[in-house]
């Protein structure tokens, strides 16, 4: 497996990792109605900004397996998982048929090493506290619950 940068061809394979990664169990919108919701377009609005950051996992293949990003928000268009305006916001997701074969570990480690060295302190993100799959993976990595944002939990690492 092969973690490597999301360039602007990988767009849309971002954008169905974005879907896949709302964890909305029973009768989830089609994805281009959830994406365009005002309290979701902030997530993949005009992607590819100075500080945006994205990495695809791939098999030997050529398969796109995954996806994991981060990307900051201000205090006047918060994400789910806002802490601060110096804190980027990771969102991960991984193909149903590619889960449990380590993709979303590679993932994870990358996007947390590009945020060291990109100068950050910490990474937030906003999980639903029934996925407790992703709640696992997030603890693995040393994420920590910080919060409440409607019915999800902000969890929080600090370098």
């Known amino acids: 497996m092969l973690i490597r940068k999301i360039t602007e061809p990988d767009y ?13 169990p029973k009768d989830k919108p089609p994805k281009s109605e959830l994406l365009n919701e005002p309290a979701i377009k902030k997530y993949n609005e005009e992607w590819g900004r100075k500080t945006d950051r994205a990495y695809l996992a791939v098999d030997s293949d050529g398969n796109m397996l995954g996806a994991s990003w981060y990307r900051l928000f201000e205090e006047n268009n918060k994400g789910y998982g806002f802490v601060d305006s110096h804190t980027p916001e990771l969102g ?68």
């Not at 394979?13 to 709302?22: G, K, Q, V």
């Not at 193909?95 to 947390?112: D, F, N, P, T």
């Not at 603890?139 to 969890?155: A, E, L, P």
């Open 92 to 159: 991960i997701a991984v193909r149903q048929a590619a889960r449990g074969k380590g993709v979303a570990s590679s993932l994870m480690a990358k996007l947390i090493d590009q945020a060291r060295q990109d100068g950050y302190s910490a990474l937030s993100l906003s999980v639903d506290p029934d996925n407790t799959a992703a709640i696992q993976l997030y603890t693995k990595f040393g994420f920590v619950k910080v919060g409440i944002s409607g019915t999800s939990w902000t969890m929080k690492l600090t370098f």
């Open 12 to 24: 849309e394979f971002l954008m169905d990792m974005m879907y896949e990664s709302i964890h909305i």
